[in-house]
């Protein structure tokens, strides 16, 4: 059952996982928000770990920086642990006028100018969408809580440092959410392997203008992020066929 990358075993992974791109805040969330928590992965410090929310089992691991990193987890999850819904929660950076620092964003979809899900899908373009019913249960919790989320396009971008500042213009005026690494990914490995998927991130910085939070903030907050996804999770458990 242990693969190259992750050494926990048979049934130590709940089918639902959230996956913050920091090992650090995987373990926060655990800690935070997680009850009876047992850590079921060290490799390479890519930290996991396994609780219940509200009695209901839930894992949570690092899936690294970048669509290839966690492509790698990801599809090793559903494979090889039978992991059934994946959930990106962390950050991004807005470009729009009306998203803020701290907004909530939902990613419905996710562009990208990462070639993997070309090659995943014969060299035709992948719509990277998001599970709906996990979508509609997210967003239907945010509302029961009084939080104000937006629903949108992601872009998930391979360079960090790009080369390229006026292209976020263009996904100003393309209404694109926010920017960042992972989304597009996640959700073509779930497609191609049969998991359902969602992004949830908290606006860490504006990218157009330049505002951001400071780094302890980025580990250790969202904690709103946190509530309406969880509580997400929960709705979806009750509806028993997904649209």
Do not use: W
Not at 146 to 159: I, Y
Request: hydrophobic fraction near 40%; aromatic fraction near 8%; charge should be negative.
């Amino acid at each position: 059952m242990p693969t190259p990358h992750i050494e926990a075993r048979e049934g130590d992974f709940a089918d639902t996982v959230l996956m913050p791109g920091d090992p650090l805040r995987a373990e926060f969330i655990a800690e935070t928000f997680l009850d009876d928590v047992v850590c079921v992965n060290r490799v390479r410090n890519m930290l996991g770990f396994t609780g219940t929310y509200r009695g209901r089992r839930v894992s949570v691991m690092g899936s690294g920086m970048g669509i290839p990193s966690l492509s790698i987890y990801a599809k090793e999850l559903i494979t090889e642990y039978g992991v059934q819904r994946l959930v990106r929660v962390g950050s991004c950076g807005a470009v729009r006028d009306d998203v803020d620092v701290n907004d909530i964003v939902i990613g419905m979809g996710a562009c990208t100018d990462s070639g993997v899900n070309r090659t995943r899908f014969g060299g035709h373009d992948f719509a990277a969408i998001a599970d709906f019913a996990l979508t509609r249960h997210t967003v239907d919790a945010a509302r029961e809580r009084g939080t104000r989320v937006k629903v949108g396009n992601l872009f998930s971008a391979d360079l960090f440092y790009t080369p390229d500042d006026a292209f976020f213009h263009t996904m100003q005026r393309h209404g694109i959410l926010g920017v960042e690494m992972e989304a597009a990914g996640l959700y073509g490995v779930c497609a191609e392997f049969g998991a359902r998927a969602l992004t949830v991130c908290t606006v860490s910085d504006h990218i157009l203008k330049h505002e951001a939070l400071d780094a302890q903030t980025r580990q250790t907050g969202f904690a709103e992020m946190m509530a309406i996804t969880l509580e997400g999770l929960l709705r979806d458990d009750q509806e028993p066929s997904h649209d």
